[in-house]
């Protein structure tokens, strides 16, 4: 199921921000493009100023300036000398059956159709004896029906009564060249990128999934182990509840005590799922306020010292001799974690053995100790003790304990941003140790 959704949300990210990425491409290109072919047919534009500029200067138009002009702006230039093609026409290679001189008549007939008014405007002024006159006008050409295939001008210069007409073509070609450089760069650019979105997508969608996942497995396993220690209590039970339908009144009483105590187990392992689902779901209720900690030891001493007493155990407590300030805490949270540790030592030191509880207040940090005598957890245990069902050994698999205890008190210490930690009592046993701010 998990190999699915993961599939699925790499195709989601990496598509949405591929198209993303595309679409910024995309416009990008487009931004340029407008501005390669804006900033060409601006100089386009120059260029035919200077050109009419020095037209209107000059008496002789020399081949010499003529081919001077096409090689610096690679245009096409086509000269009409009262309506005669120039001898520097002929020159070039043009003739009356080549393709250019039928590139360069659509070009003056499309000239004469875009700008009739401006023609009749120029005839209009010879007319008045205005006989030193110069019009040009520019316009995209695209003679096959593409777009920019090149940029025209047709420049008229009537002087006296000869007029002069000039056709130039500007080819786009290079430009569309440059177009097509840039477009593949940023395919390749592109489409190597998307490859790194995808993978970069299938990792980072993984990282996301992995608490998902881990939290699955962790659920399967408490549900697996929740099931298991339900087991034993309730076939006791249905054990017992069988042996009493044809047991005496004597015996009856001994297997509904048995009922009654593995029921209590069940009850006492059903409240402790549900504080750590409470946990989980961010329900667990920590209502902070000042707490006397020293306070708080001294009444958790005094519940649990009978308690070792009855099971021969010298319980000890130790409390800073100077004022101990106080601590935002749950008292009763607290009061619980002291006595999941003290249970917890109760049960597993032997006869004879000591428990320490004790106090220390060092750099603004309140340190709650509990320390025994008794069998010690291994160094690989360490760390997996604060886990759900865990139980070092089969010697510390003690009945009425079901490896929750010490995931409550890590999780209680955790909600009040503090740490809970094991370490190894010089002589053997464990110390645990609460760390609160």
């Known amino acids: ?55 209107e200067q000059q008496s002789i138009i020399s081949m010499e300036w003529l081919s001077k002009m096409e090689s610096r702006g690679n245009y096409s230039f086509y000269v009409l000398d009262n309506g005669i093609p120039f001898l520097y026409n002929r020159l070039v290679g043009f003739s009356e059956m080549s393709d250019t001189k039928a590139l360069l008549d659509k070009c003056l007939e499309t000239y004469e159709d875009s700008f009739a008014y401006e023609i009749v405007s120029t005839e209009r002024d010879l007319n008045f004896g205005l006989y030193n006159t110069c019009f040009h006008a520019e316009f995209p050409f695209n003679p096959t029906g593409r777009k920019h295939e090149y940029y025209a001008s047709v420049i008229e210069l009537n002087r006296n009564d000869s007029s002069l007409q000039m056709v130039i073509l500007c080819a786009l070609d290079f430009l569309e060249e440059q177009i097509h450089r840039q477009r593949t760069r940023f395919l390749v650019i592109d489409i190597a990128a998307v490859l790194v979105l995808t993978l970069f997508s299938f990792f980072f969608t993984g990282r996301l999934l992995q608490p998902i996942i881990e939290n699955r497995r962790n659920q399967t396993a408490f549900i697996a182990a929740a099931s298991h220690e339900l087991r034993t209590p309730l076939s006791v039970i249905l054990s017992a509840a069988d042996c009493c339908r044809s047991a005496d009144t004597k015996k009856r009483e001994g297997f509904l005590d048995t009922i009654r105590q593995e029921g209590a187990l069940m009850s006492s392992l059903i409240n402790d799922m549900l504080t750590l689902s409470n946990s989980d779901n961010h329900n667990f209720p920590i209502r902070p306020k000042e707490a006397e900690l020293d306070t708080l030891l001294m009444n958790t001493y005094e519940a649990f010292e009978p308690l070792a007493r009855k099971h021969s155990l010298t319980l ?45 207040y060092i750099k603004n940090r309140f340190s709650l100790i509990v320390a025994d005598t008794g069998i010690g957890i291994p160094d690989e245990d360490k760390k997996k003790i604060f886990d759900r069902f865990y139980r070092a050994e089969k010697s510390r698999s003690t009945k009425g304990h079901f490896g929750l205890g010490l995931s409550i008190a890590s999780e209680i210490v955790r909600l009040h941003h503090g740490t809970i930690t094991v370490t190894d009592r010089p002589g053997g046993g464990s110390i645990f140790t609460v760390m609160l701010p």
């Open 1 to 55: 199921m998990f190999q699915k959704v993961h599939l699925y949300l790499t195709a989601m990210c990496a598509g949405i921000t591929a198209a993303i990425m595309v679409v910024m491409s995309l416009c990008y290109l487009y931004i340029s493009e407008k501005g390669l072919y804006d900033n060409q047919y601006a100089s386009f534009q120059n260029d035919i100023n200077t050109i009419a500029t020095s037209l």
């Open 316 to 360: 000890g407590i130790t409390l800073p001799e100077s004022t101990v300030p106080a601590c935002m805490a749950d008292a009763e949270r607290i009061s619980q974690v002291l006595s999941i540790l003290l249970h917890n030592a109760i049960s597993y030191t032997p006869s004879g053995g000591r428990i320490d509880l004790s106090l220390l």
